[in-house]
């Protein structure tokens, strides 16, 4: 598995042959405005929730990948009637893709869209196959849910965890949930992005090596392999 961070909550993950890009939103990062939209390529989107610094690109990468969108039913629901294509989805469902199995699980957050659109409730994925196992967690605070993940799923390689705080879980929060989801890797995302969610990276990392756990803080446009 590779993951290459853009910022945010966007990755492009290379698994089982195929791109999943995940809750692209360049343009709503100020960190991101190096980055270059057309660099975001994808197979599939995965979408945790409607809010404008998970979707702000998505139109814009949909049209010119064909890439199908993966999300709860309301927001491809959405996109299906501006004709994009997608699949459905609901929390605790799972389905069997040519990448791997797909299962959409519960995040504590809200949901709508840019537009004001209701945009169903917010989720993360967890997606395994022969390429291993990783958690994508979305936006969410810290949740005993999430101890129904190692119950439900393969064992997990990777979670990607938000660490921002404010609007999400904190670090201190993602350390536990590490815990919850017995996960020994973790990939940092939505933080410093602006001035709500900006953490100090030392302090980050010394917690989950105390706990004999390893936080990645990829900078933008690095590429972990794992
Ligand atoms: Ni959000
Ligand atoms: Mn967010």
Not at 15 to 25: H, I, S, V
Not at 34 to 56: C, K, M, P, T, W
Not at 108 to 115: A, C, E, F, I, K
Not at 185 to 207: K, R, V, W
């Amino acid at each position: 598995m590779k993951f290459t961070w853009y910022g945010q909550s966007t990755f492009i993950i290379e698994f089982g042959g195929k791109k999943l890009l995940t809750d692209p939103a360049l343009s709503a990062n100020p960190l991101a405005k190096n980055l270059n939209i057309e660099d975001l390529e994808a197979d599939y989107i995965l979408v945790s929730h409607g809010h404008g610094d998970h979707v702000s690109d998505l139109e814009t990468v949909a049209q010119r990948t064909g890439a199908t969108i993966i999300s709860n039913y309301e927001i491809v629901s959405y996109y299906g009637n501006k004709g994009f294509s997608g699949h459905p989805m609901n929390h605790g469902g799972k389905w069997k893709f040519d990448f791997g199995t797909v299962k959409y699980v519960n995040a504590v957050h809200s949901s709508v869209l840019p537009d004001g659109t209701y945009a169903g409730n917010p989720g993360g994925f967890v997606v395994w196959g022969d390429g291993g196992c990783f958690y994508f967690a979305g936006d969410t605070a810290l949740t005993w849910d999430m101890k129904l993940i190692p119950l439900t799923c393969p064992k997990l390689d990777v979670a990607l965890l938000p660490i921002g705080d404010n609007f999400t879980m904190g670090y201190e929060d993602a350390a536990i949930a590490s815990d919850f989801v017995e996960c020994e890797n973790i990939i940092g995302c939505h933080y410093d992005s602006f001035p709500y969610i900006e953490i100090n990276h030392g302090d980050a990392s010394q917690l989950f090596e105390k706990k004999g756990k390893k936080l990645f803080l990829p900078k933008l446009g690095e590429t972990i392999e794992l």
